[in-house]
């Protein structure tokens, strides 16, 4: 966790454009897994259901793998935004 | 206590120093001295009211400034008194001055009091309050939901104070991928509420920013006040970004926290109420991923298990199809053969049937024909005997009738020759004669026929 002091300038953190919703990922992949255990889809469609499993899987580990995030901190006491 | 300025530099007399509990029995020596100085009513604003069992704390608040001063009323001259202590309440108290030496705290201990009315803050903070409420901004209907998973979080608070501390370590306790950016800002005071304010819109038009929260640490009421002025509590409002609001500690409200999406309670619940527990995530995922592993594995498991007992049940099918063929094969040859042997005998024993009755009845023929024989040498035999006889007995009966005949022919020639009746004698002998004849004749046509007969 790295911490950095940047005055007055206004610092963004940008994070990938792709972020991945993780809650609602989570819940499709549960959907899949209720689909699965019910067992009421044939072979090809459990094939299907297990490939789009395993992209749900594939971008949520990346999305929860990500490393830590930075704390910024702006010293506010200088600003000259108006109200 | 003596000026020592610019003596930083000097060596300082150790032997003159006191130590804190030398110089807090001075002062309140000093405070002892001096009781007569101070007055016996005081008059204020009641707030940070903590009651409990023994006595109940609460500040009094100068009316017109930030002045404040910590205050306590013992159970027993609370409980008699005949008003309450409520918050916001100028109110005039019977007090002495007390001071503390463990700690070196000024104290009022309260005798006695009395309410005067709501203080003009208290009622700017009801009216706005009130008009708040009249424009919506209290309503549920206007409050938006804090991202489940944020990446980015914004917080306005103190630079200096431990609620971003508590905050920051609240969220990445929780979720250390989330991007803390901490706008600094005096959280108290004349300058809170342009610091405030100015943090608020800085982070608002951070597109990064998923969530922001405001916070502080707990604090009089005095200390709290500037979330409770009106640009501090529009401007939350007014936010695009969803906001979450934690002042103080439980029992403190402000009017910053009910415009709020979310409100907290203090500076770690805040951090809580904006990150996920992304172990659990982790947890979550993993588990749903070990659901679909299993699942899949069961299902195509199952699936291969009912191919497999399907095969086996169709080779199950062919192999009884195939055993039933040849049963039936077998069958149809054994019945083949039981009817070919069954033909064959039947046959057999038919023609060895027919043999016999050809046999018999050969032996029948033959033995018939022996019979036949037998009895055509009977019968010849006997027509021999009877021809036998009949030529004995025509010889006989010739031999009789022509005695007969000789002996009537003698008669007769005796009758002849008797006169008339000789020639009827001669006559009758002629007819006899012929009889006679008739009567071999037949005979022998008998003879003839029973030969006849006999073959």
């Not at chain 1, 990938?16 to 989570?26: A, F, L, P, Q, R």
């Not at chain 2, 608040?61 to 159970?75: F, H, Q």
């Not at chain 2, 971003?164 to 370590?169: A, G, I, L, T």
């Amino acid at each position: 966790m790295s911490c950095r002091f940047k005055g007055t300038e206004t610092v963004r953190l940008r994070m990938g454009s792709n972020t991945v919703e993780i809650g609602d990922t989570i819940t499709r992949l549960e959907e899949i897994a209720e689909i699965l255990e019910e067992g009421a889809v044939d072979l090809e469609q459990a094939r299907e259901l297990r490939e789009e499993a395993d992209e749900h899987l594939e971008s949520l580990r990346q999305e929860l793998d990500v490393g830590d995030g930075e704390i910024i901190e702006i010293d506010g006491a200088s600003s000259d935004d108006e109200f | 206590m003596a000026d020592v300025g610019d003596e930083a530099a000097i060596e300082p007399p150790v032997d003159a120093a006191w130590s804190v509990t030398e110089l807090n029995d001075e002062i309140n020596s000093v405070l002892a001295d001096a009781n007569q100085r101070f007055p016996t009513y005081v008059i204020g604003e009641v707030s940070d009211v903590s009651v409990y069992d023994f006595g109940t704390f609460f500040d009094l608040r100068d009316l017109d400034g930030e002045a404040t001063i910590s205050c306590i009323v013992w159970s027993y001259q609370r409980d008699s008194a005949d008003y309450d202590l409520t918050e916001g309440v100028e109110t005039i108290l019977r007090a002495s001055v007390g001071f503390y030496v463990d700690d070196g705290r000024t104290q009022l201990t309260v005798q006695n009091f009395w309410p005067v009315g709501e203080s003009e803050r208290s009622q700017n903070l009801a009216a706005l309050r009130e008009t708040l409420k009249s424009e919506g901004l209290f309503r549920d209907e206007r409050k938006r939901p804090v991202p489940e998973y944020p990446r980015s979080v914004g917080v306005v608070t103190s630079l200096s104070g431990s609620a971003r501390e508590d905050f920051c370590e609240a969220v990445h306790s929780r979720d250390s991928r989330i991007a803390i950016t901490v706008c600094g800002a005096t959280v108290q005071g004349e300058a809170a509420v342009q610091s405030i304010i100015s943090g608020l819109r800085r982070l608002d038009r951070d597109p990064s920013i998923d969530v922001i929260v405001v916070t502080r640490g707990g604090g009089a009421d005095v200390d709290l006040w500037a979330f409770n002025e009106e640009p501090v509590v529009r401007a939350i409002a007014d936010c695009a970004t969803p906001t979450v609001v934690a002042i103080g500690h439980e029992d403190d409200e402000t009017l910053a926290e009910h415009v709020a999406d979310q409100r907290a309670m203090t500076p770690t619940d805040a951090g809580v109420a904006v990150s996920p527990r992304i172990d659990r995530a982790r947890q979550s995922a993993q588990a749903v991923e070990r659901r679909i592993g299993v699942a899949y594995a069961d299902f195509v498991e199952s699936q291969l298990t009912e191919f497999e007992r399907r095969i086996d049940a169709g080779v199950t099918g062919i192999e009884q199809a195939t055993v039933t063929h040849r049963a039936v094969r077998q069958r149809a040859s054994d019945l083949e053969r039981r009817v070919s042997m069954a033909y064959d005998g039947l046959v057999d024993s038919r023609l060895t049937e027919l043999d016999n009755r050809i046999d018999d009845a050969v032996r029948a023929i033959e033995h018939d024909a022996e019979q036949d024989a037998v009895t055509v040498r009977a019968a010849r035999s006997r027509v021999k005997g009877l021809e036998r006889r009949i030529d004995r007995a025509y010889q006989s009966r010739v031999q009789q009738e022509i005695e007969e005949l000789d002996r009537r022919i003698e008669d007769a020639y005796r009758e002849v020759e008797m006169d008339e009746t000789i020639a009827a004698e001669t006559t009758e002998a002629r007819r006899l004669r012929v009889v006679v004849l008739a009567l071999v004749l037949v005979l022998l046509g008998l003879v003839v026929l029973l030969l006849l007969g006999v073959l």
